[in-house]
């Protein structure tokens, strides 16, 4: 069944330094792949969407790459500042699903000042 | 700028009991959702609405589960009987168009605490 990883719980960085985040995947090939901020206690906000036949997106200080034969998402945040502190979900569409989002289980980012 | 609204921001009830968690989405928008985030863990489907119907639903939302858009612009999740596990957080979100690749636009959620 369809699987999604994010790199690691919890990430530290100090201010200024790019935080790259990864979200890997099996057992399907999306159409595109969505990135996602949480704050605690509230709902995730839409951040960036790469569809499968473009390699990067960027927004401002995002980046997103999407690599459909390792079957990886990298998001990048350069010039990290202490305010982009926040969980950070990927987020596909579900196999099979028109809509359905399945979300990773996501990154907690902490910029150090 | 427009934002999908949630009340209550958090709901206390014994088990058993029914509760009914409100959702406003964005005004012309056309597609919905409720989706529920255990403390800790990730955020799940559990249907999506479109048209006055459910067009797709999760193995979560099981028969203790409904929804309704009683007007032009409430849309809401009721829990007919509920269970100590079904407290999570609880979003509604909400897309524009039929375009699968719309961004879905979530409200902030009402913690749900069974007791």
């Known amino acids: 069944s369809q699987k999604i990883e994010q790199n690691s719980e919890a990430l530290n960085i100090q201010e200024g330094k790019t935080a790259t985040l990864t979200c890997n995947y099996t057992n399907y090939s999306p159409a595109y792949l969505q990135w996602y901020r949480q704050d605690p206690g509230r709902g995730p906000v839409f951040l960036l969407l790469?569809?499968?036949?473009?390699k990067e997106k960027r927004k401002e200080r995002l980046k997103v790459t999407f690599d459909t034969t390792l079957k990886q998402s990298l998001f990048h945040i350069t010039a990290s500042q202490p305010a982009d502190s926040a969980t950070y979900l990927c987020?596909?569409?579900?196999?099979?699903?028109?809509?359905?989002?399945?979300f990773g289980s996501g990154t907690q980012l902490t910029v150090l000042p | 700028e427009p934002e999908v609204t949630q009340t209550p921001s958090h709901q206390v009830t014994q088990m058993g009991q029914e509760v009914i968690l409100r959702c406003v989405p964005i005004s012309n928008h056309l597609y919905f959702y409720w989706y529920r985030q255990i403390l800790g863990q990730k955020v799940e489907f559990l249907v999506s609405f479109y048209n006055n119907e459910i067009s797709e639903k999760s193995e979560i939302f099981d028969d203790q589960f409904s929804v309704e858009r009683p007007d032009g612009s409430n849309f809401t999740l009721k829990i007919r009987s509920t269970k100590l596990e079904d407290s999570a957080m609880y979003f509604c979100?909400?897309?524009?168009?039929?375009?699968?690749?719309?961004?879905?636009?979530f409200g902030p959620g009402t913690r749900l605490t069974v007791l």
């Open positions: 979100a909400s897309v524009l168009r039929e375009s699968r690749t719309d961004t879905q636009y």
């Open positions: 987020a596909l569409p579900a196999a099979g699903s028109a809509r359905q989002l399945t």
């Open positions: 790469i569809r499968e036949n473009e």
